[in-house]
Nanobody
């Protein structure tokens, strides 16, 4: 069974940090780019960051640049999003997804050939 499970969300004060984890199983992790997306109710989903299947290329949306870092461990089929200097506007449900490819377009990360999504983890940043 193909699964993507996010963890690490929670409540944090503005200026704080969180590390999100993405655990993948049931498919060949090395064959896909991994992206982090977020969504607030009533708003469009936003591409935050993604990492190429090899792990050698990373991409960030404007909202994440300088504050978030994406990494992956292909041996463990894991990806991570280290988020620092969090702001109340970062409050959202964060989703991890596998895609054929991804890149930054117009200040936002776009995924292409989306393969599978996780169910998300809630991040809440208080002011």
């Amino acid at each position: 069974e193909v699964q993507i499970v996010e963890s690490g969300g929670g409540l944090v004060q503005a200026g704080g940090s969180l590390r999100l984890s993405c655990a993948a199983s049931g498919f060949s992790f090395d064959d896909y780019a991994i992206g982090w997306f977020r969504q607030v109710p009533g708003k469009d989903r936003e591409g935050v960051s993604c990492i190429s299947k090899s792990g050698s290329n990373t991409y960030y949306g404007d909202s994440a640049k300088g504050r978030f870092t994406i990494t992956s461990d292909n041996a463990k089929s894991m990806a991570y999003l280290q988020m620092s200097n969090l702001k109340p506007e970062d409050t959202a449900v964060y989703y991890c997804a596998a895609a054929v490819n991804c890149k930054e377009v117009g200040g936002q990360v776009m995924g292409y050939g989306m393969y599978h999504w996780g169910k998300g983890t809630q991040v809440t940043v208080s002011s």
